[in-house]
């Protein structure tokens, strides 16, 4: 193997060009099982989280009555996660890129699963916001931080579809959610919707200690015996390689020192970076996109199970088995979009969705809303699509980023996810009391053209190394 070994007194020189090779050998290995492995350790604690993000619209037809809330009392409940959210991710995207990433997830994934077993104990409108609001400081925490996780443990060939068929289960755990909801809480009570969210949650922890820092962010401060040492086991876990070090030493030196200049050439790590020439265009594209999509993918699925229950007058536990099938659907949708990103690309496949989600939004409103069928189909529909798009940015945002400003940049992006999921309930609720069920699903059709004229400025990233994206 040419590979070179630190020296205890390293260069600013010798120190990129090795951190050059590490980065190289990342990216020399195919995918396979030991990558598999982290993708499920860290995929478990996105199930608990999306589990906990949906749970409050499964508990709502329910206390809707118990409480005898208001349709702005129901919006301001599903805003408060939110509101926490938008604290967790940048919180938590600045303390991963101090502490690394793993020990900041496994941080917020026990403070939001804590949090969803004092939300069973919650008795009142008031305390239930609170709990909500703090739980969601941890919810908002965990995504961002495992999105750029996986992202760096990923090579550039096939990265979209090893990234999307993780991020395949936060819908799963949407769906979850769905299915225990629709099961448990007209049998049991609305408590042990947290409660099943929550214990096993915790119990995810001891998997989350023992998963490997990544090596990306190890070596971007520094540390190369810890990264080599993680390296080393991937590379075991393998014989296959892209580029054979025996055979193809020219090209693999090549791509090593044009690594090793971009590296020299790079700033210290600086949030304000976000805003410099070079990122201030992605970082106000992807915060358009991530305000757009989730505006209408989270107003509507966090909505529905209440207005199928209020609106269209449907029994408890039919209401929230219609409402279930929403997610059915979105998981149909993200394995299709798994399967064929890397070869749309992510532009274009953003742009379909914004398109083809607002179509069909656009037409429910033109047919008034009048029957709980046209919004099974048509809302529904428009939920799965535009779910394939949410879960894109998780790809796609990391991918803009260096390393060394990855987790922060990401955490920014996804606070107007958060912002946008706390606005866009409470608005709808205002909208339903003053201009009927009908307004609301326009007013989401009009959100996918903003997002589509974000989408139209994306750039192409599609089976690039990270380091050749982003300088």
């Not at 600013?12 to 990342?26: S, T």
């Not at 129901?74 to 690394?100: D, H, K, N, P, T």
């Not at 699509?385 to 260096?402: D, N, Q, S």
Request: glycine share 8%; net charge positive.
């Amino acid at each position: 193997m040419m590979y070179d070994h630190p020296t205890p007194a390293m260069s600013e020189q010798d120190g990129a060009h090795h951190a050059a090779q590490l980065l190289f050998r990342i990216e020399n290995v195919p995918f396979t099982r030991w990558h598999t492995k982290a993708r499920v350790v860290m995929g478990s604690a996105t199930f608990f989280d999306a589990f906990d993000a949906l749970a409050l619209a499964f508990v709502l037809p329910v206390l809707v009555g118990l409480w005898h809330l208001t349709t702005v009392q129901v919006g301001v409940l599903i805003a408060a996660g939110y509101l926490g959210q938008v604290i967790g991710a940048l919180l938590f995207g600045s303390l991963a890129e101090r502490y690394g990433r793993v020990p900041i997830v496994a941080v917020a994934v026990g403070l939001m699963s804590a949090m969803s077993i004092v939300c069973a104990l919650s008795g009142n409108f008031l305390m239930l916001f609170v709990m909500r609001f703090i739980q969601g400081i941890g919810v908002g925490g965990e995504v961002p931080i495992a999105a750029a996780y996986i992202n760096e443990l990923s090579q550039a060939n096939g990265r979209g579809r090893f990234f999307i068929l993780y991020e395949l289960i936060f819908p799963l755990g949407l769906l979850a959610a769905a299915q225990v909801g629709s099961f448990v809480v007209p049998r049991f009570g609305w408590e042990y919707m947290f409660l099943v969210g929550g214990v096993p949650g915790l119990l995810i922890l001891i998997f989350l200690a023992r998963l490997p820092e990544s090596p990306r962010w190890l070596i971007s401060k520094g540390r190369f015996e810890k990264a080599e040492e993680i390296i080393r086991t991937i590379e075991a876990s393998t014989s296959k390689r892209s580029l054979d070090p025996t055979n193809n030493r020219q090209e693999i030196a090549s791509r090593v020192e044009s690594l090793a200049l971009g590296l020299r050439s790079q700033k210290r790590a600086s949030w304000k970076e976000l805003f410099s020439p070079v990122y201030r265009p992605r970082t106000m594209v992807v915060w358009v996109l991530w305000a757009t999509s989730y505006f209408v993918a989270n107003g509507i699925n966090n909505w529905l199970p209440t207005l199928y229950k209020t609106v269209y007058n449907m029994p408890l536990q039919e209401a929230l088995r219609v409402a279930s099938l929403t997610n059915v659907l979105s998981v149909v949708a993200v394995l299709g979009c798994a399967l064929l990103v890397d070869r749309v690309g992510r532009r274009r496949w953003a742009m379909g969705c914004f398109v083809l989600c607002g179509a069909l939004l656009g037409v429910l409103a033109a047919l008034g809303a009048k029957s709980a069928l046209s919004v099974m189909i048509l809302a529904s529909s428009a939920y799965a699509v535009m779910g394939t798009t949410t879960v894109l940015l998780y790809l796609y945002t990391p991918e803009i980023y260096p390393t060394r400003m990855r987790a922060i940049g990401t955490g920014l992006a996804t606070s107007w996810l958060r912002v946008a999921s706390a606005t866009a309930p409470a608005v709808a609720g205002i909208v339903l009391s003053g201009q009927g069920i009908a307004a609301v699903f326009l007013m989401f059709a009009l959100a996918n053209v903003i997002g589509l004229l974000a989408a139209m400025r994306m750039i192409e990233t599609t089976n690039r190394a990270l380091e050749d994206i982003s300088p």
